[in-house]
Structures are given as structure tokens and as C-alpha cells.
DNA sequence: GATATATGCTTGCGTAATCAAGCATTATGC
DNA sequence: GCATAATGCTTGATTACGCAAGCATATATC
């Protein structure tokens, strides 16, 4: 039994640990009726400088499957917190946007969401955070 | 609007990135017929001193429900890749061990795990990775 | 312009996980 | 030593995704 090369302890321990993350920060974010998805979502929009963007786009960004992001924004359009702008020119784009209540929900979830980051980040300095942010850059 | 912490990016980029790593490895495993998440238990019963376990301490490993766990391990046992071992103090408890089959399928999967791991990781030098691996200790 | 192909998105179905409830078995309090 | 609680696991129902296929629209070729 040979042991494990760093980069595969790397990766296995990164999978372990965003499952943890994932499920601490959904849990919070439950309270304000949202899925950590759902929170990505609105970051991402939030962000934009068109504040509209593709599924196609939206989808690359989570890493998601079309289908995925269809079935994930069919309730945010519902109830509201997502807006769905057609691009004229292009009848097949359906694009996507934050609403006003998007907005205020985001900025209402945003608070807890940054207090169970810096929970579970906590442990790092400053500038360990700011080195671990540079190597998720560098793998992306 | 006011900017994001730095610990909310990271939890926000590990997400992303730990979805797109996951993807990635399965894929890989998925030559071998196994998926990521049955790797991560044929690497963690491998690694055992007493290569046995309980079902509720390998579902906190994975960070998995106990249910999940019964799930998973099913039809592992199914192609023989596992066995199950009872334990005679406890007859609750059924414990989970790695075959002589399971050590097989384990040592050939590792081979492609650790070529996609190293692709995965590689732009980031040793030294960097070996950081990146106490910032994970540390934040577990 | 008509046909073929590509693109954006949705739908049907399968899979992997969760939670809540349940069943055995073990441990505890009296 | 009996009732109650706790523990280990499984099962039923639900949820969140993916893939393959399909539909509508756009682009390219001729």
C-alpha cells in the first residue's frame, strides 16, 4: 500500500469539506425560506452589470446542466424574486434578473450568510484567506 | 451595495469549484463503475487500522445521513466490493469492511484518482498545496 | 427561399441524497 | 428486573440534480 499523492488528499478533503460548508450554510439559509443554490443565484445576479443574464451563462457559472437551472429558477420566477426578461433579439433566450424583492431578500439572506462564513472560515487569519482565495483562483 | 467578505467569497468559490471537481473525478471513476462518493469509502475503510467500521461513523466521515449510508453501502455489498461484519458486542451494529475484491477495485480507480487529481491541483506548486491542505485542517 | 444544422430551453425519467418515522437492540433509572 | 430512553440501522416519501430527447427559434448552405 503505497500512500496517496497530496493532490488526490487535496481534492478528496475539499469534497468532504464543501459538503459540511454546503449543509451549514443551507441550514441558515433555510430561515429565510432560500437553498444555498438558490442564495448563488441571486449573488451572481446581484453582481452582474446588465443584471439580466442567459440560462446558458447562469448555468455555467453553478456548474449546473441547463435542465438544472430550469428547474431550480421555475420557483423563484413564482414567487417573484426572479424576473424573467425576454431578449428580443433572440426569441429562444429567455434571460433572467433579479426583481426589487430578489434584491431585498438577497440583502436581508445576505447578513446570515456572512455570518456563517466567517464561522466557518473563521479559524483563518486575514491573510491565510486572502492565499486560499488566490489558490481557488489558480485551480479554476 | 456594499461588498461581499472575504469569507463568504470563499465559501462561494469552494462550493463552485468543489462542484466542478466532483463532477470531474466521477467522471474519471465512472470507468471503473464506481462513483466518486464510493471512492471516498473504499479510501477511508483502506486506510483503517482495524479495517472495520460502523455505518454512523462512516456516514460522519462522509458527512452523510445514517439512511444515505444504508443507501450507499447496499449494493457495494451487492457486487462484493464490501462485506459486511457483525458485531458480536453489539448486535445493532453491523460493521463495514473492504473485500479483497473492494482492495482490488480500489488500487485500479486509484490510479485514474490520482491522474485527474493532479490535473486538477496541478497549477498550484507543492508547497502551495501542502498550504492549501493545513488551511483545510485547520477550518475542519 | 428551402433545407439542414445549431442553439436555448423544457420535459420525462432515473439516481443520490435528505428527513421523518419505525424497528431491533442495548443501556439506564428506579 | 421492568419500564423508559437511547442507539444503530432501515424504509417511505420527497427533493435536487443529471442525461437523453424534444420543441422552438436562429443560422448556414445551397
Redesign the interface.
Known amino acids: 500500500?503505497t500512500h496517496?499523492?497530496?493532490?488526490?488528499?487535496?481534492?478528496?478533503?475539499?469534497?468532504?469539506?464543501?459538503?459540511?460548508?454546503?449543509?451549514r450554510?443551507g441550514n441558515r439559509l433555510s430561515a429565510h425560506g432560500i437553498s444555498?443554490t438558490e442564495y448563488?443565484v441571486m449573488?451572481y445576479l446581484?453582481r452582474l452589470p446588465q443584471n439580466s443574464v442567459s440560462r446558458i451563462e447562469l448555468a455555467e457559472?453553478?456548474?449546473?446542466s441547463a435542465s438544472g437551472v430550469t428547474r431550480l429558477i421555475a420557483p423563484m420566477e413564482k414567487i417573484k424574486i426572479i424576473e424573467k426578461v425576454t431578449n428580443p433579439r433572440d426569441a429562444r433566450q429567455s434571460q433572467v434578473r433579479l426583481s426589487k424583492a430578489g434584491q431585498r431578500l438577497y440583502s436581508e439572506a445576505?447578513i446570515s450568510?456572512?455570518h456563517i462564513?466567517?464561522e466557518?472560515?473563521?479559524?483563518?487569519s486575514?491573510s491565510?484567506?486572502?492565499?486560499?482565495?488566490e489558490?481557488?483562483?489558480?485551480?479554476?
Not at 457559472?61 to 449546473?64: A, D
Not at 489558490?135 to 479554476?140: C, L, S
Open positions: 500500500m496517496e499523492s497530496l493532490s488526490s488528499i487535496i481534492v478528496i478533503q475539499n469534497a468532504l469539506l464543501s459538503s459540511r460548508f454546503s449543509k450554510a444555498l448563488l449573488h446581484e457559472y453553478l456548474g449546473m445576505r450568510f456572512e462564513c466567517s466557518l472560515v473563521g479559524s483563518l486575514q491565510q484567506q486572502e492565499k486560499l482565495l489558490f481557488y483562483a489558480k485551480v479554476t
